[in-house]
């Protein structure tokens, strides 16, 4: 017989990037009496990990529970970024509705249409919190409008249409229901959990049924499976199956060693967890995303949401350029493999493949933040590689036509740059699907694009809009082949001899081009060293030194004047790269290079191809 749990409610936390859920999440914590009185919190104390922290994004799911008037409030934190989408929707499954977090200044984003649109799909009743209320341009009641707006445009029922909205700045810790209180402090969206997510319902007299959603991993016990107890109940050594409802070989018998619950931040030991309680589950090496643990005389596995195919890969390559090595603590091609599949631990949204050559590897993703964040983390752990351009996965449709991953771009910049943008994503096959007005003289652009046309363009599209435009992107979709693009129009600088960068050879190089390096750096023939003005590709000497003679002229001495160069972030860096060329990357380096240094064998390549 099914029972209500009603001392127990399981939310997750939606928004779009940087609309303040974390911080939402950090507020409910301290408020709900999880930390001591004087125990030091850092801020956004969900983001664990150091990129989320730097970045200000959340890339991976966490679980966090908090308890209010005798009621466990199971939260999950979820990611905005539309690469990591896969988390978003599998996480979904574990809670029994959302709390949908929205700026008061920006309004719905594409994001929150993308995560709403799954929230409604799976009839998850959902609280509006409209947050930063108490930004100088905050606009509540027309965001309120907006919400209402989108919730209509995604066929929201009639139920789903009068979702209570909630007030809050979490900054300063205050939630009202009405824009006219004055609010004190979080409790009026605690009562408004209670009242309007429902309690989890299941059998506790049924045989155990537990989906597994999303997987941690610890150093010390390997795998940890994290999921909802559907029915029924799991104890601590109890004997269970493990079988997937999408892959008939999954059948395996296992014991639980260890199980636990959330409570704050922490996992609390638990013997034994009853439906609609978030479990984690160690010591099954074997656990995977979408598997459900069952007992063993009636397995009955769960349906799944499938994961999304990634869009674009990457080759993974042991670094040879002449400077390999120096730099990393993990160079061959045996640590770069135990990495990357390592990762597959945790990112169920990665395909790593192995190649011909046993020193690359093919990495396939959501999209470039997704895979550049995988570059950034193995950097900081001291490898050393090389990564080639991102190249974007075709398929084949049921007519034999080449199909590719699309795009929705939301663009919006001021009034002046929209000419430049369309013009640039038009010849980037690029369709300009809708654009609007907003009063504050800015235009919002939605474009249909291939996901192919947007790599590389993030940089040029913050120089083109003064740094002032925003950019959001959400996977469409495959759609037929759009025809080729013409991607880069200049050429690279490429340092003609191995050494050391001197001021004398790097001031005459400057006049071909933009550099990004400076004196003193190391550098090798075939490395990049700046960008040409033109198209082609030159080689220059930067590491000529002046020839001097008896006589002096007097004034040939001051000193030259260089400009500074242009230092390239990760992102930038494989935004630049063209399709023969590779990034190097170390711990304390991103340098830029030929795919072949020698500039004989580079130019009879480069005649092959065309010939």
Request: glycine share 8%; charged share 30%.
């Amino acid at each position: 017989m099914k029972i209500s749990r009603e001392d127990i409610r399981n939310v997750a936390i939606i928004a779009h990037v940087d609309h303040g859920k974390t911080t939402l999440v950090d507020e409910l914590l301290k408020q709900s009496g999880t930390f001591r009185e004087h125990q030091e919190v850092v801020e956004r104390v969900m983001d664990s990990n150091d990129i989320e922290r730097e970045r200000g994004i959340t890339i991976l799911s966490k679980n966090t529970a908090v308890t209010y008037d005798g009621v466990k409030i199971n939260i999950v934190d979820t990611p905005g970024h539309a690469d990591f989408g896969g988390e978003v929707e599998r996480v979904l499954k574990m809670v029994d509705g959302v709390i949908l977090v929205v700026d008061a200044f920006e309004g719905p984003m594409p994001q929150t249409k993308f995560v709403l649109k799954k929230a409604l799909e799976l009839n998850h009743p959902v609280i509006v919190c409209v947050n930063k209320i108490d930004r100088p341009e905050a606009r509540p009641e027309e965001v309120m409008d907006e919400v209402l707006e989108l919730f209509l445009e995604l066929d929201a029922d009639d139920d789903q249409l009068d979702s209570p909205f909630v007030y809050a700045s979490a900054k300063s810790g205050i939630a009202m229901l009405e824009l006219n209180e004055k609010g004190t402090d979080m409790r009026p969206l605690f009562e408004t959990i209670i009242n309007h997510i429902p309690a989890p319902t299941g059998d506790p007299d049924a045989d155990t049924q537990v989906l597994i959603s999303t997987i941690d991993y610890n150093e010390y016990v390997g795998r940890i499976g994290v999921g909802k107890v559907e029915n029924g109940s799991i104890k601590v050594n109890q004997d269970v199956l493990l079988v997937n409802h999408h892959d008939a070989s999954v059948n395996k018998k296992e014991r639980i060693s260890k199980l636990y619950e959330f409570s704050g931040l922490d996992k609390v030991d638990v013997r034994e967890a009853t439906v609609g309680s978030i479990v984690a589950i160690s010591g099954i090496p074997d656990i995977h995303i979408g598997d459900t643990i069952c007992a063993p005389d009636n397995p009955q596995p769960l349906p799944f949401q499938k994961i999304s195919d990634p869009t674009i890969a990457m080759q993974f390559m042991v670094n040879d350029s002449p400077l390999a090595g120096q730099e990393g603590k993990y160079v061959t091609s045996r640590h770069i493999r135990d990495r990357l599949f390592r990762e597959l631990n945790t990112d169920v949204s990665l395909r790593v493949e192995e190649m011909e050559s046993t020193d690359s590897f093919k990495v396939s993703g959501r999209g470039e933040l997704h895979l550049s964040v995988l570059i950034e983390n193995m950097r900081r752990e001291g490898y050393e590689f090389a990564v080639s351009k991102a190249e974007v996965l075709y398929r084949t449709d049921e007519k034999g036509r080449k199909t590719e991953p699309m795009e929705t771009a939301i663009i919006d910049v001021p009034d002046e740059f929209s000419g430049i943008v369309i013009e640039k994503l038009s010849q980037r096959k690029g369709e300009l699907q809708n654009m609007s007005m907003s009063g504050s003289g800015s235009t919002r652009l939605e474009f249909s694009i291939p996901s192919r046309g947007l790599i590389g363009y993030r940089g040029e599209f913050l120089t083109d809009t003064k740094g002032t435009g925003i950019m959001n992107t959400l996977f469409d979709g495959y759609g037929p082949y759009k025809g080729d693009i013409q991607y880069r129009k200049q050429g690279s600088l490429i340092a003609y001899e191995s050494g050391e960068t001197i001021t004398y050879g790097l001031f005459n190089a400057q006049e071909r081009g933009l550099l990004f390096v400076g004196p003193g750096e190391k550098v090798y023939s075939g490395m990049i060293i700046g960008q040409n003005g033109k198209t082609d590709d030159i080689e220059v000497n930067v590491c000529k030194t002046k020839k001097l003679t008896n006589t002096r002229a007097s004034g040939s001495d001051d000193a030259l004047k260089l400009t500074p160069p242009k230092i390239l972030s990760l992102e930038q860096a494989l935004e630049f790269i063209d399709t023969d060329e590779l990034v190097e990357i170390t711990p304390k380096n991103i340098r830029l290079r030929k795919k072949i240094l020698d500039p004989t064998a580079r130019y009879r390549a480069k005649r092959n191809s065309q010939g």
